[in-house]
């Protein structure tokens, strides 16, 4: 099984940009599609963005703004957010989907190992 571990977040104004990392451990990481994910306060978690080989997918909501990259020599993926809303305010997961299923169903249930998450609250 992967161990994932979140870092990056924090308290940043509208407009401003962060790049979260994902360090990966235990696994074959180039192998696994792997995902960010969000859940705010009294909400459910939310897809924000998946990765696999070369292609990327976004949620309707964060296209054009955030973008998800991975490095596998180092085992780590980033998600670089830009332009960002208060809206965004919520805790970041990444998570890993050993099956593949996950990039066409991109759903929390659908990816197998998951970070701790990190904070990102965004101010106006």
């Known amino acids: 099984q992967v161990q994932l571990v979140e870092s990056g977040g924090g308290l940043v104004q509208a407009g401003d940009s962060l790049r979260l990392s994902c360090a990966a451990s235990?696994?074959?990481?180039?192998?696994?599609?792997m995902g960010w994910f969000r859940q705010a306060p009294g909400k459910e978690r939310e897809f924000v963005a998946i990765l696999s080989g070369g292609g990327t997918r976004y949620a309707d909501s964060v296209k054009g703004r955030f973008t998800i990259s991975r490095d596998n020599a180092k085992n780590t993926m980033y998600l670089q957010m830009s332009s960002l809303k208060p809206e965004d305010t919520a805790v970041y997961f990444c998570?890993?989907?050993?099956?593949?299923?996950?990039?066409?169903?991109?759903?929390?249930?659908?990816?197998?190992?998951w970070g701790q998450g990190t904070q990102v609250t965004v101010s106006s």
């Open positions: 235990g696994g074959t990481f180039s192998s696994y599609v």
């Open positions: 998570a890993a989907d050993l099956s593949g299923r996950g990039w066409y169903y991109p759903m929390s249930r659908n990816f197998d190992s």
